[in-house]
Nanobody
């Protein structure tokens, strides 16, 4: 079992930055492929970013490419999402996800992730 806890959300002005964190429980962090997804009210869940077990491979959703950066740190068993140049359209609940079957690649499909956090709200004012 993997327990994920997100933090770092909040209210920020357009053009500002936030860094989200996701802490994973247990000693199996290095075996997990990780991802960030988001969902705004009335909209479908959207892939934001993914990272492979080793951290060598990353992938980003088209709307965040060039503005967001995903990273991971084994020492703290955490994955991060650095968000720059935030836009009002980035307002959403952000979720961290993990799965043991995601190995040397990043995965955009939410249905492939078994473990999910409770989410952290990001609100960008225009």
């Amino acid at each position: 079992q993997v327990h994920l806890v997100e933090s770092g959300g909040g209210l920020v002005h357009a053009g500002g930055s936030l860094k989200l964190s996701c802490a994973a429980s247990g000693r199996t962090f290095s075996m997990l492929g990780m991802g960030w997804f988001r969902q705004a009210p009335g909209k479908e869940r959207e892939f934001v970013a993914g990272i492979s077990r080793s951290g060598s491979y990353t992938d980003y959703g088209g709307s965040v490419q060039g503005r967001f950066t995903i990273s991971r740190d084994s020492a703290s068993a955490s994955v991060y999402l650095q968000m720059n140049a935030l836009e009002a359209e980035d307002t959403a609940m952000y979720y961290c996800a993990a799965d043991f079957t995601i190995t040397d690649r990043a995965n955009r499909r939410g249905s492939d992730y078994e473990y999910w956090g409770q989410g952290t709200q990001v609100t960008v004012s225009s």
